[in-house]
């Protein structure tokens, strides 16, 4: 135990200014609920304080609740460390949601909602997060709470929330994935490719940016997804969806591929490909 806080002690110092402001620091603080989040059994403050030495609750519930510290920084260190230990050509800009079920509606952002994690719609807080991935190593190097188009309508709610002015905008989550990949690519993290599951592939309009933007990605689509096997926008042809194409493919079309080791061996799924066109969304 000793040699884990002597390590995250060491990782912490690149941080340690992010939480200091001219009047005051929380680095202390910051290092403490760090500590908590490895040692304590479960991930509150309760167990924290108890947990962790000389850590005391209402300093740690300051350092959440109101305490001021520089997430920007906190952010772009984080996106430079996963950068420098697996960024690549060969290393995926993975983009995804996760939520984290709640009860009332005192949560920033807390909402009825599709919850990814439960497969169901239950009263959730979701994020989006972008994640540096290489063969079995990965790191999450952004994320951002998604905010329900009722609470961004609702100015009172969001003050007692806590939530800045600047934040009340509503943005879909592709438009959250979109905003993340820009931030990647300006702080020079380095990947070959994006991923991102049938959410972000259904959202045509960013996949035609990411295209003009000139990324190579890998999004999955919904089985309606409509596509072409020539250019629609030289002459008239047919649409096909998705699950008509899949299911007219003969046996030998598919091929297995190895997607990782699981927990009773290897994951393996068959894969069809073939070359198609996509409407844009401004098309007519």
């Given at each position: 135990?000793a040699?884990?806080c002597?390590n995250?002690?060491?990782?912490?110092?690149?941080?340690?200014?992010?939480?200091r402001?001219?009047?005051?620091?929380?680095a202390?603080q910051?290092?403490?609920?760090?500590?908590g989040?490895?040692?304590s059994p479960?991930?509150n403050?309760?167990?924290?304080s108890e947990?962790v030495?000389?850590?005391?609750?209402?300093?740690l519930?300051h350092l959440?609740s109101d305490?001021?510290?520089?997430?920007?920084?906190?952010?772009r260190?984080?996106?430079?460390?996963?950068d420098?230990?697996?960024?690549?050509?060969?290393?995926?800009?993975l983009?995804?949601e996760?939520?984290?079920q709640?009860?009332?509606?005192h949560s920033a952002?807390?909402?009825?909602?599709?919850n990814?994690r439960?497969?169901k719609?239950e009263?959730?807080q979701v994020?989006?997060?972008?994640?540096l991935?290489r063969?079995s190593?990965a790191?999450i190097?952004?994320f951002?709470?998604?905010?329900p188009?009722?609470?961004v309508?609702?100015?009172?709610?969001c003050?007692?929330a806590?939530?800045?002015?600047?934040?009340?905008?509503?943005r879909?989550?592709?438009?959250?994935?979109?905003?993340?990949?820009k931030?990647?690519r300006a702080?020079?993290?380095?990947f070959?490719f994006?991923g991102?599951d049938?959410?972000y592939?259904h959202?045509?309009?960013?996949?035609f940016?990411w295209?003009d933007?000139?990324?190579?990605?890998a999004?999955?689509?919904?089985?309606?997804?409509q596509?072409?096997?020539t250019d629609?926008?030289?002459?008239?042809v047919?649409?096909?969806e998705?699950?008509e194409?899949a299911?007219r493919?003969k046996?030998?079309?598919?091929?297995?591929v190895?997607?990782r080791?699981g927990?009773?061996g290897?994951?393996?799924a068959?894969?069809a490909?073939t070359?198609?066109?996509?409407s844009?969304?401004?098309?007519a």
């Open positions: 135990m040699s884990c002597e995250l002690t060491s990782h912490f110092q690149s941080f340690r200014e992010c939480f402001s001219k009047t005051r620091s929380t202390e910051a290092e403490q609920y760090l500590r989040l490895f040692q479960r991930a403050l309760e167990q924290m947990t030495a000389e850590t005391e609750y209402y300093s519930h959440l305490a001021a510290w520089d997430f920007e920084n906190v952010r260190e984080t996106a430079r460390q996963a420098e230990w697996i960024g690549g050509p060969e290393t995926g800009l983009l995804d996760s939520g984290v709640k009860k009332g509606d952002g807390v909402a009825r909602q599709y990814g439960l497969g719609v009263n959730s994020g989006v997060y972008a994640a991935a063969g190593q790191a190097i952004d951002e709470l998604f905010l188009e009722r609470w309508e609702d100015a009172k709610r003050q007692e806590g939530i800045p002015e600047s934040a009340r905008v509503f879909t989550k592709p438009q959250m994935a979109a905003e993340m990949v931030r990647a702080a020079g993290v380095r070959g994006i991102a049938g959410l592939g959202a045509t309009w960013l996949l940016d295209d933007a000139g990324e190579v990605f999004t999955e689509v919904h089985s309606d997804q596509f072409y096997f629609p926008g030289k002459a008239w047919p649409a096909w998705a699950r194409w299911a493919l046996r030998k079309e598919w091929h297995p190895i997607l080791d927990e009773k290897e994951v393996r068959m894969f490909h070359r198609v066109w996509i844009h969304p401004n098309s």
